[in-house]
């Protein structure tokens, strides 16, 4: 797992890490997307089998406290309280057979499901 390089912007610590081949597939993504200005939104919401659930989908709008990292070319944006949930989290991608797909490694998890996609 190779980490892409981060542009910061602003002065708060990455709430969410992109591997080369996560900033390398969102990229390809939104170039099939029609619109400009889409950011990669990753977002932590109450819900899901343990108790949160990863969110992560193609936003056009920032808020003025939004957390805001560009890594590989790929703007990621994460909100105030995601970002409390998500610090040294790595958003990897893996294509393959088996677990083909986008993956949070979050060290702030205690319990996750069996699908991957909620924490506690």
Not at 10 to 18: F, I, S
Request: hydrophobic share 40%.
């Amino acid at each position: 797992m190779t980490i892409a390089t981060a542009v910061n912007i602003g002065k708060k610590p990455n709430p969410v890490t992109l591997t080369e081949a996560a900033a390398a597939k969102v990229a390809q993504l939104l170039a099939q997307e029609e619109g400009e200005g889409l950011a990669l939104r990753v977002a932590v919401r109450p819900g899901g089998c343990s108790g949160y659930s990863y969110e992560m989908f193609f936003d056009t709008e920032i808020a003025a406290d939004d957390i805001v990292r560009e890594f590989g070319g790929v703007q990621v944006v994460v909100d105030p309280t995601s970002a409390e949930l998500l610090t040294g989290a790595t958003l990897d991608y893996h294509d393959g057979l088996q677990d083909a797909g986008f993956h949070i490694e979050n060290p702030n998890a205690t319990r996750t499901c069996g699908c991957g996609s909620s924490f506690s």
